[in-house]
Antibody, heavy 120, light 107 residues
Framework: EVQLVETGGGLMQPGGSLRLSCATS????????MNWVRQAPGKGLEWVSL???????YYADSIKGRFSISRDISKNTLYLQMTNLRAEDTAIYYC??????????????WGQGTLVTVSS | AIQMTQSPSSLSASVGDRVTITCRAS??????LGWYQQKPGKVPTVLIY???ILQSGVPPRFSGSGSGTDFTLTITSLQPEDLATYYC?????????FGGGTKVEIK
């Protein structure tokens, strides 16, 4: 069974740093397109970042230069290092697996999310 | 970045109604689009990918169509459990981008 469990959220002051973790099981992180997606309170979904084979990484314009995605293959865990946090980064952060087949690609498994609140 | 414009932002329909949600991309994204459902208080789940491929386990009343810049999600017979917000997501190019969402309410 595929499982993704995010941890590391909390209340942070503006300008602070935080690292989110996404522990996975039932599949191999290194073989998958791993994503972070966030949702501000009462708002829509916003794609944040993706990492896939070969450590290629991509970022949303809103967080580029401040956030960094990585993974530990030995722990089958995905990370999101967040720096210079802003109030607008307040959101639930979801870890999601991307799967590709001969037809296309989708986010087929999601964690339950971890809440990050940035406030003074 | 490619912008995804979704409409309407909300709708109210009766059980059994046919519901249509549209998503327009700011440039050609071929068929590289998915539709996601998020029920209140729940995690999003994928309904459709590659514009028209039904994800395994999704009821056949859901269907997707379109290519290029214009896409449609259709629910042929709305059910009470379809109360949710629906999002499109383009995966043609980075950064990936979601539409703003369509909140579907049941009359």
């Amino acid at each position: 069974e595929v499982q993704l469990v995010e941890t590391g959220g909390g209340l942070m002051q503006p300008g602070g740093s935080l690292r989110l973790s996404c522990a996975t099981s039932g599949f191999v992180v290194s073989d998958s397109y791993m994503n972070w997606v966030r949702q501000a309170p009462g708002k829509g979904l916003e794609w944040v970042s993706l990492i896939y084979t070969g450590n290629s990484a991509y970022y949303a314009d809103s967080i580029k230069g401040r956030f960094s995605i990585s993974r530990d293959i030995s722990k089958n865990t995905l990370y999101l290092q967040m720096t210079n946090l802003r109030a607008e980064d307040t959101a639930i952060y979801y870890c999601a697996r991307g799967t590709k087949d001969s037809s296309g690609w989708c986010l087929d498994s999601w964690g339950q999310g971890t809440l990050v609140t940035v406030s003074s | 970045a490619i912008q995804m414009t979704q409409s309407p932002s909300s709708l109210s329909a009766s059980v059994g109604d046919r519901v249509t949600i549209t998503c327009r991309a700011s440039q050609d994204i071929k068929n590289e689009l998915g539709w996601y459902q998020q029920k209140p208080g729940k995690v999003p789940t994928v309904l459709i990918y590659a514009a028209s491929i039904l994800q395994s386990g999704v009821p056949p009343r859901f269907s997707g169509s379109g290519s290029g810049t214009d896409f449609t999600l259709t629910i042929t017979s709305l059910q009470p459990e379809d109360l949710a917000t629906y999002y499109c997501l383009q995966d043609n190019s980075y950064p990936l981008t979601f539409g703003g969402g369509t909140k579907v309410e049941i009359k």
